[in-house]
């Protein structure tokens, strides 16, 4: 079982970057996929979900309006993109799978390598 | 929904690491920790406060007890050196996925 993510990314203030998430080793569509960010030396944060059946998904709100979680069940990736993006937006985003098959409310395990996007003009 | 944790706790090889998290109502709760070694992405160590994935070694150990959850790290070695988090999901929130601060473990 495992995550693989895109590479880092170099973007511009107010430019657009997708992030994707390909998951092998297991049926993509029965665990929910889960998106985490890292500041540079700061904690984590958890930032949405996403379900690969049935494509629901959630944001924080602060996210809401900037950011869009969907997948490709036919290659088995899921991908975050982010708009409008600000020097707050520089970190680590990671996704990790939900522990259990159908449940959204367990451990992450496992996590991809991570993708470190990086906003400066 | 807040989750304390120390942010840095010092331990010299061989001897024990005991990591806090500390909420409302954790009990009530199901609670799982997580090691980042520096440059990598976490990696789950125990899930549903005291249950260990495979591959991970017995001298991680989990328990919860009142409103803290403990991470214990029993004969410390040096390669244990990362930063810890707790997590916990809280429904009734618009953040319910939620991390610990985190807490950095150094090995003397």
């Known amino acids: 079982v495992s995550l693989v993510q895109s590479g880092a990314e170099v973007v511009k203030p107010g430019a657009s970057v997708k992030v994707s998430c390909k998951a092998s080793?297991?049926?993509?569509?029965?665990?929910?996929l889960n998106w985490v960010r890292q500041a540079p030396g700061q904690g984590l944060e958890w930032i949405g979900w996403?379900?690969?059946?049935?494509?629901?998904?959630y944001l924080i709100p602060t996210l809401q309006d900037r950011a869009t979680l969907t997948r490709d069940t036919s290659i088995n990736t899921a991908y975050i993109e982010l708009t409008n993006v600000t020097s707050g937006d520089t970190a680590s985003y990671y996704c990790?799978?939900?522990?259990?098959?159908?449940?959204?409310?367990?451990?992450?395990?496992?996590w991809g390598q991570g993708t470190l996007v990086t906003v400066s003009s | 929904y807040v989750l304390t944790q120390p942010p840095s706790l010092s331990v010299a090889p061989g001897q024990t690491a005991k990591i806090t998290c500390g909420g409302n109502?954790?009990?009530?709760?199901?609670v799982h920790w997580y090691q980042q070694r520096p440059g990598q992405a976490p990696a789950l160590v125990v899930y549903?406060?005291?249950d260990r994935p495979s591959g991970v070694p017995e001298r991680f150990s989990g328990s919860i007890a009142g409103n803290t959850a403990t991470l214990t790290i029993s004969r410390v070695e040096v390669g244990d050196e990362a930063d810890y988090y707790c997590?916990?999901?809280?429904?009734?929130?618009?953040?319910?996925?939620?991390f610990g601060t985190g807490t950095k473990v150094t090995v003397l």
């Open positions: 990790a799978r939900s522990g259990k098959g159908g449940l959204l409310e367990t451990w992450f395990d496992p």
């Open positions: 080793g297991y049926i993509f569509s029965e665990f929910y």
């Open positions: 996403i379900n690969p059946r049935s494509g629901g998904r």
């Open positions: 109502n954790i009990e009530t709760k199901n």
């Open positions: 549903d406060e005291t």
């Open positions: 997590q916990v999901w809280h429904n009734s929130s618009p953040h319910p996925g939620v």
